[in-house]
């Protein structure tokens, strides 16, 4: 790439690991949903397939949805 990215062209799906990092990260302009904390990991998947956003997680829960 030659030009930056800008954040508005993100489409991001956080799960409940990193709800902190997708509330920042709607702040920086970037379209993030947010699991809540009954929400399951499929759902993240799901939502992120549906949608063509990327996965943003972390620790364990990464292998799990790889």
């Keep these: 790439h030659t030009k930056p990215t800008p954040a508005s062209q993100f489409r991001l ?6 709800c902190g ?5 709607r702040k920086c302009g970037v379209d993030t949903v947010i699991l809540g904390n009954e929400d399951s ?3 993240c998947v799901r939502i992120a397939n549906q949608q063509n956003r990327m996965i943003i997680t972390r620790g364990h829960i990464y292998n799990l949805v790889r």
Excluded: A, P, S, T
Excluded at 13 to 18: E, F, G, K, S
Excluded at 21 to 25: D, I, N, Y
């Design 21 to 25: 990092l997708g509330k920042m990260l």
């Design 13 to 18: 799906v956080c799960d409940n690991m990193v």
């Design 41 to 43: 990991h499929d759902v």
